[in-house]
């Protein structure tokens, strides 16, 4: 199993940035697409973008292409999202998700694991 552990959350104004981080731990060998996704309030959980954990190839939402940044450490064992320009509309619970997939794919079905969240707000 892969257990997954997600930090950096919080509360920031509009324009800020923030950086938020997946630790990931266990048998994450199998682990090959890295993602992060975001639901808000009366929203279904949406994604935002993957990283293949080997090549480091990037897939991003195309709306929120140009703002976000993902990357990842291999020998930490994190994944990060950076988030620029903040909006009020990105206030949402952020998780990180861990599949054995070898494409990334925004699909909710090809992630197996799941971090608990970390709540980003962003005020007008």
């Known amino acids: 199993q892969v257990q997954l552990v997600e930090s950096g959350g919080g509360l920031v104004q509009a324009g800020g940035s923030l950086r938020l981080s997946c630790a990931a731990s266990?048998?994450?060998?199998?682990?090959?697409?890295m993602g992060w996704f975001r639901q808000a309030p009366g929203k279904e959980r949406e994604f935002v973008a993957g990283?293949?954990?080997?090549?480091?190839?990037?897939y991003y939402t195309d709306s929120l292409k140009g703002r976000f940044t993902i990357s990842r450490d291999n020998v930490k064992g994190t994944v990060s999202l950076e988030m620029n320009s903040l909006k009020p509309e990105d206030t949402a619970v952020y998780y990180c998700?861990?599949?054995?997939?070898?494409?990334?794919?925004?699909?909710?079905?090809?992630?197996?694991?799941w971090g608990q969240g970390t709540q980003v707000t962003v005020s007008s």
């Open positions: 266990g048998r994450t060998f199998s682990s090959y697409a």
């Open positions: 990283i293949n954990w080997i090549s480091g190839s990037t």
């Open positions: 998700a861990a599949g054995a997939s070898l494409v990334i794919t925004p699909s909710l079905r090809s992630y197996d694991y």
